[in-house]
Nanobody
C-alpha cells in the first residue's frame, strides 16, 4: 500500500516562493517517474511537472521557468520548488506516478497552496 505525505503548502504573497515535498512509502520509487499535479477550484486536475527515473524533467508551459521538480531517491521524496508565484497558482498540489498515461497509485490528500492578492 502506497502512502503519500505531501507538505509545504501554505499562504504566500504574489512573487513569493515555496517548496513542496512528497514523501513516499510502501512502493517502488527509484525506477519510475514521479509527477506533480495541481487542481484549482472548479478546474480539472493538470500535470505540471515530471521528473523521470533518469532525472530528466518535463514542465507544463504554465510553470516552466518558475517551478523546479527534483527527487531524492535515498529519501524517497519528490520536491517542487516554486518561485514567482501568481494568484493563478492557487490550487491543491498532489504527487503521483504515472505509467501508460494512468496513475499508478491512489491519490493522497495533497497540500494547499494559496497565493493571496
Amino acid at each position: 500500500q502506497v502512502h503519500f505525505v505531501e507538505s509545504g503548502g501554505g499562504l504566500v504573497q504574489p512573487g513569493g516562493s515555496l517548496t513542496l515535498s512528497c514523501a513516499v512509502s510502501g512502493a517502488l520509487f527509484n525506477n519510475i517517474a514521479w509527477d506533480w499535479y495541481r487542481q484549482a477550484p472548479g478546474s480539472q486536475r493538470e500535470l505540471i511537472a515530471r521528473v523521470n527515473s533518469d532525472m530528466t524533467t518535463n514542465y507544463d508551459d504554465s510553470v516552466k521557468g518558475r517551478f523546479t521538480i527534483s527527487r531524492d531517491n535515498a529519501k524517497k521524496t519528490v520536491f517542487l520548488r516554486m518561485s514567482a508565484l501568481k494568484p493563478t497558482d492557487t490550487a491543491v498540489y498532489h504527487c503521483n506516478s504515472f505509467g501508460f498515461s494512468t496513475p499508478r497509485f491512489s491519490w493522497g490528500q495533497g497540500t494547499q497552496v494559496t497565493v493571496s492578492s
